[in-house]
């Protein structure tokens, strides 16, 4: 098998819809727990209480999430790259989770509300919109192979080459 380096491995793979789908699990359900199902407390409305532990497991997801863009950097994205394939949807992803990360960072740090406010519509708006785009690009980078090799997916034990 002469695998190209583009597709990966079913773990790899595997991995990077996970994280993904974790980012997008917890992030969603927090912000519909947040706006359409607060508690009352003691003081008038309160956050829902599993707010707290799904922005958590966001944030982990999140830093998954990192890791795995990373893994792709090298193999997939520098390869597809030079290969001349699916640059542009491959480009907008990118710059999609650059987005993402550049905003949950202000989320964390930001000091004033509207700064916050406006990375959090951002941040909401990007990742919302995230699974669409990896579908597409998916399908137009799938329209991109040059031959019938490239249907060749590599094994587990080519993890390695990404
Ligand atoms: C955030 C960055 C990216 C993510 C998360 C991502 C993810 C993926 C995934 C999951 C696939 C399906 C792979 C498979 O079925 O084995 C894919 C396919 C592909 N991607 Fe990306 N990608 C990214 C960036 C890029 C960039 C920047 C390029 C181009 C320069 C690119 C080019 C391609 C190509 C050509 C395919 C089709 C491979 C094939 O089916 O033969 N990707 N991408
Ligand atoms: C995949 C789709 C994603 C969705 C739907 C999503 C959604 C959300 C939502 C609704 C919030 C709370 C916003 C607020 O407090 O106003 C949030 C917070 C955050 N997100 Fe995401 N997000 C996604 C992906 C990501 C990714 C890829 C990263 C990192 C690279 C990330 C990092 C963060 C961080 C750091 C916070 C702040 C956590 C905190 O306030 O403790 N998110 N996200």
Redesign the pocket.
Same mark, same amino acid.
């Given at each position: 098998m002469q695998p190209?380096g583009? +597709?990966?491995g079913s773990t790899h793979?595997a991995w #990077?819809?996970g994280a993904?789908a974790a980012a997008f699990a917890t992030g969603t359900a927090w912000w519909v727990l947040h706006h359409w199902f607060p508690t009352s407390g003691e003081f008038g409305a309160a956050p829902h209480p599993a707010e707290h532990w799904l922005i958590r497991l966001h944030g982990a997801a999140a830093l998954f999430t990192l890791v795995?863009?990373g893994s792709?950097l090298t193999h997939?994205?520098r390869r597809?790259?030079l290969?001349g +394939?699916?640059?542009r949807?491959?480009?907008l992803? #990118?710059a999609?989770?650059g987005l993402l990360a550049l905003t949950g960072y202000a989320l964390y740090y930001a000091g004033s509300e509207s700064l916050r406010a406006t990375a959090g519509n951002t941040h909401l708006a990007l990742g919302l919109a995230l699974p669409l785009l990896?579908i597409l690009?998916?399908a137009?980078?799938?329209r991109?192979?040059p031959n019938a090799e490239?249907e060749l997916?590599p094994t587990d034990e080519d993890e390695s080459i990404g």
């Open positions: 190209n583009v +597709r990966l793979r #990077l819809f993904f795995l863009l792709l997939h994205v597809a790259w290969a +394939r699916n640059r949807s491959g480009g992803l #990118l999609f989770n990896l690009h998916m137009f980078g799938r991109t192979r490239d997916r």
